[in-house]
C-alpha cells in the first residue's frame, strides 16, 4: 500500500509493473494513460491496472491518491 499526496502538477512515463495495480483517487484529478488511451479519474474513482500493462499518468497538485500493489513488489534486504 502506498498513499501519496502530490505537491505539485506532474506526469510519469509509461511503464509495467510485474505485480497488479489498484489505485483510488481520494482528492483531486489523476489522468491515467493506458494503451494510449486517456482515462480521467477524480476523486472516490478507482482503476485496476493487471500486471504488464503499460501506463503512465498525469496528476494536478493536491492531488491525493492511494496505491494497492499485488504479488512481489520489492526484495527487502535482510528480512526473510
Known amino acids: 500500500m502506498a498513499v501519496w499526496t502530490c505537491t505539485e502538477t506532474a506526469s510519469s512515463a509509461e511503464h509495467v509493473h510485474d505485480y497488479d495495480e489498484y489505485m483510488i483517487v481520494v482528492q483531486g484529478?489523476?489522468?491515467?494513460?493506458?494503451?494510449?488511451?486517456?482515462?480521467l479519474l477524480g476523486a472516490g474513482a478507482e482503476f485496476f491496472?493487471?500486471?504488464g500493462?503499460?501506463?503512465?499518468?498525469?496528476?494536478?497538485?493536491g492531488t491525493r491518491t492511494i496505491h494497492a500493489f499485488g504479488g512481489h513488489r520489492v526484495d527487502r534486504r535482510g528480512k526473510q
Open 53 to 61: 500493462t503499460p501506463h503512465s499518468g498525469e496528476v494536478v497538485s
Open 29 to 39: 484529478c489523476y489522468t491515467l494513460i493506458v494503451n494510449g488511451e486517456r482515462i
Open 49 to 51: 491496472i493487471p500486471r
